[in-house]
């Protein structure tokens, strides 16, 4: 099942020795020890880059970068979070925010953690605010609190990438086009006659006329029909039951019911623009029995006007 969030959980561990420089979160901090590694040993980095591969299961940073490799040697971990970050966008998905924590005995880290959040937010294109970095000790216990080494733990929340538009699959056996948009803000989509001859409305006729389109909505989808306002106010043209509804699990072929609302006879002409389309998110509910409903200024008065006296 695939879901539009994903959460991962990264923790890194590295001893601390001398002759090292420290790095954390790609902040070279002052020390008398540092973190040894094959690269340049970014405890924090590090957890966040196992974090996000974790969100997509595709393993840890030891899979990707194997400190085997010669490549990767004192390599700059800013290096390997920017590459975990162009590996989840190739999967459709970016990051949210970072959760991450740090423990070690020293130095202390509050005065180094907004450049930490700068260089970690602008690698992953996030803001400052959705970076929280987090400090503590062991109280003197343990490895840590020997001074021997320090950890890294890091939850990071990715969000699958929505295209700019909604993919829809359509079927098109008519003789015209696929129906467009006709400006970059427009709404709806003027859909066509199917039709091989003019067709003759009289007055107050209707007539069922096809588009020889067929679509498969998304689940959560619906396409709209509604009338043109151009054929509206020039012929007296419209759409009865309008807005139409076509549903996410409709496979016939569209069909649009026109009536003749002048005093003339009209004529629709194979290709011509007859309704337009609009596809919209719908949701559906779970009723919920109650005895009473909430009370409002309102209450029951004025249906179908506005209540006013």
Not at 73 to 101: F, M, P, T, W
Request: net charge negative; aromatic share 4%.
């Amino acid at each position: 099942m695939s879901s539009s969030h994903k959460i991962g959980f990264g923790i890194d561990f590295h001893q601390l020795v001398e002759g090292r420089e420290l790095v954390i979160g790609g902040v070279t901090i002052p020390h008398t020890k540092g973190a040894l590694g094959h690269s340049d040993a970014d405890v924090l980095l590090h957890a966040i880059c196992d974090g996000m591969l974790g969100a997509l299961a595709l393993g840890d940073i030891g899979v990707h970068f194997p400190n085997t490799d010669p490549a990767y040697k004192d390599i700059d971990s800013k290096k390997l979070l920017a590459h975990c970050q162009e590996l989840i966008r190739s999967k459709g998905y970016q990051v949210i925010n970072v959760d991450a924590a740090l423990t070690l005995e020293k130095p202390k880290i509050k005065p180094h953690v907004s450049a930490m959040q700068e260089t970690i937010a602008k690698i992953l294109d996030i803001s400052t605010e959705n970076v929280s970095i987090k400090a503590t000790t062991t109280e003197t216990m343990g490895f840590v609190g020997r001074e021997e080494g320090l950890v890294a733990y890091a939850a990071v929340l990715l969000e699958e990438i929505k295209p700019s538009k909604l993919a829809v699959k359509i079927k098109n056996e008519s003789s015209f086009e696929l129906p467009a948009y006709a400006t970059s803000g427009s709404a709806g989509m003027d859909i066509r006659a199917n039709i091989s001859a003019p067709l003759s409305l009289l007055p107050l006729e209707r007539t069922l006329v096809p588009t020889g389109l067929y679509m498969e909505l998304p689940e959560g989808y619906e396409a709209q029909i509604r009338p043109r306002s151009g054929l509206a106010i020039k012929q007296g043209i419209t759409c009865l039951n309008t807005p139409g509804t076509i549903d996410a699990d409709y496979r016939g072929e569209i069909k649009v019911i026109l009536v003749n609302l002048s005093n003339e006879t009209q004529v629709i002409a194979p290709g011509d623009r007859i309704a337009q389309m609009v596809v919209q998110h719908v949701q559906q509910v779970n009723w919920v029995s109650v005895e009473t409903l909430t009370s409002t200024e309102r209450n029951a008065g004025g249906f179908g006007h506005t209540g006013k006296a």
